[in-house]
């Protein structure tokens, strides 16, 4: 009896190393195929630079080549760009992040398209791209019982990821077009605004212990009229309440700084998740 106990008991250990060893190979599988960032300053940082460089770079591609020429080139470099992004199974940093800008500069124009080619005033095209981008949360969610970011490892997660960003570009760019020119804040005084706004779920999950799924939504949606105001306000002509630097020297520094960003996250791994 005490050989057959001893055997099963040492049976029952291998059994059980076996399926730790099994779970951990998982579960670093599952965290190594997470498809986005860990979230640091360097993501925030990157991300309200990438928002203010797609307004200014949408608006100087739109008024040096033909607007709908320029639409279907940037709708191309984001098709491809997608592409790209969804055919890797591990987050890569330069993929990641040019297929946000991509993404930033293809909102801008949707956004404007919806204002000038339709005539929709900034209210409506706004409170549109809210009830459109609340339908993708919902079902999102029905879907997957999360919108956490830290569950993008698969493909149908993936493409809610995406699709919810391109609408919180759009709705943004709508959104910061009419605080600054149907309220008539101007662009300075709509970041400063938008500024103010985004401490609301910054302050919320420091202080008050807010949802951090919710927080983190909350504040990414407002980082695109936060950089887009002040990137405006830097790139428009002086009668029209900016600095007058122009769109296309704006892009270009922006474009700079963010690249840069990259290459050091890159190389430090500043933004990988760490897989104990």
């Known amino acids: 009896m005490e050989g057959r106990e001893l055997k099963n008991d040492n049976y029952s250990r291998k059994n059980n190393s076996i399926h730790n060893a099994v779970g951990g190979r998982l579960s670093l599988g599952r965290e190594m195929l997470n498809k986005v960032p860990e979230i640091t300053i360097f993501f925030w940082i990157i991300k309200v630079l990438t928002t203010g460089m797609g307004e200014v770079a949408s608006d100087y591609l739109a008024n040096h080549i033909d607007p709908v020429i320029a639409v279907i080139i940037v709708g191309i470099a984001l098709t491809a760009s997608l592409v790209i992004q969804f055919s890797v ?29 339709f005539g929709i005033p900034y209210i409506a095209s706004t409170i549109f791209f809210v009830a459109a981008l609340a339908i993708i949360f919902i079902i999102w969610y029905l879907s997957e019982k999360t919108l956490s970011i830290h569950s993008i490892y698969t493909r149908h997660r993936e493409f809610f990821y995406w699709a919810t960003i391109l609408t ?53 949606i407002i980082t695109r009229p936060l950089g887009a105001s002040f990137a405006d306000w830097m790139g428009v002509p002086y009668d029209r309440g900016g600095l007058g630097l122009g769109t296309g020297v704006v892009s270009i520094c922006l474009t700079i700084i963010i690249f840069i960003l990259i290459g050091y996250i890159t190389s430090t791994h500043k933004d990988f998740k760490s897989v104990e």
């Open 89 to 117: 199974r591990r987050y890569v940093p330069w993929i990641y992040w040019i297929t946000v800008i991509m993404v930033s500069i293809f909102g801008t124009m949707a956004a404007d398209v919806v204002h000038v080619g």
């Open 168 to 220: 919180t570009f759009a709705l943004g760019t709508a959104a910061g077009d009419m605080t600054a020119t149907t309220m008539h804040l101007g662009y300075l005084y709509s970041g400063v605004l938008f500024a103010l706004i985004i401490a609301i779920p910054v302050l919320g999950y420091w202080l008050l212990s807010l949802n951090e799924i919710f927080a983190f939504w909350f504040a990414y």
